[in-house]
């Protein structure tokens, strides 16, 4: 028998026995992983504050034959990643993480609660990939002074310098272990101003300092010195006088910069 007409008869019983084709019955699959991953992922994302809810945590289905961009970091990176995914839109499948990274020390248990809760073999259904390009900061919440729960500069800093870059190093080691594939961007921590509750001006420069000492041991790991981008709009960018964060404008800048910089090695 022909493999044409063999192929017509099969579509043909398929139908007569009111099946689906199979075409279809594989695109049902694809859409029921889908909202599988969707709703794991809305889980995942539910411990974000109101004042960081924005559609950079909005469910990203990974597009296969694109690549896959990680996009790692504090509240600064959560107000210009969606600006990234704009701009990457149809060239990759950008997805930040989950929550506000927070210090060092929460990096590496931030990464394994993503991939244990999001890949397979953890979620049967779940993401099957591996990241092409992972940018990621940390060192803002490193360098600030709590008491109790609270930013106040008579409180305990979160990390001392040593316990940074012990930190970034454990970070750069569990890198180059896990995704050696991927291109690994650190973006330098953006600045502190005069006032900043809880945060001492000057502090991301001490860090950043510290910071590239570490990652002087891994050649391989590329540099994205947001701060140096950042600082001369300080005055213009800035949410208010004394706040680390920015306006609108400034995080839709720092988002084209990060963007700019992330195409570079798709």
Request: with cysteine; hydrophobic share 40%.
């Amino acid at each position: 028998m022909k493999r044409q007409t063999f192929v017509e008869l099969m579509v043909t019983g398929v139908l007569a026995l009111g099946l689906q084709p199979l075409t279809y019955a594989f695109q049902n699959l694809k859409d029921t992983n889908h909202d599988i991953c969707k709703k794991v992922w809305d889980a995942l994302c539910g411990d974000i504050g109101e004042t960081y809810k924005t559609d950079a945590f909005n469910y990203v289905a990974p597009v296969k034959g694109k690549p896959n961009v990680l996009i790692y970091g504090d509240s600064i990176s959560i107000m210009y990643s969606s600006t990234v995914m704009k701009i990457l839109a149809g060239k990759a499948n950008v997805i930040r993480l989950f929550k506000n990274g927070g210090s060092s020390k929460h990096f590496i248990p931030n990464m394994d609660r993503m991939n244990q809760t999001m890949f397979q073999p953890n979620l049967e259904a779940g993401w099957n990939f591996k990241w092409d390009v992972i940018h990621f900061n940390v060192g803002l919440h490193d360098l600030k002074y709590l008491k109790g729960k609270h930013l106040n500069l008579n409180g305990e800093q979160v990390s001392s310098i040593s316990d940074y870059k012990l930190q970034l190093d454990a970070i750069c080691t569990y890198l180059r272990t896990n995704h050696p594939q991927a291109t690994l961007i650190f973006a330098t921590t953006t600045s502190v101003p005069k006032g900043a509750k809880g945060r001492k001006e000057g502090d991301s420069v001490v860090y950043n300092k510290a910071a590239l000492e570490v990652l002087s041991q891994y050649p391989v790991i590329e540099i994205n010195d947001l701060y140096t981008f950042t600082k001369p709009h300080q005055k213009d960018w800035a949410q208010a006088a004394g706040n680390v964060h920015y306006n609108s404008l400034g995080s839709e800048e720092q988002g084209k910069a990060v963007a700019r910089v992330i195409s570079e090695y798709l």
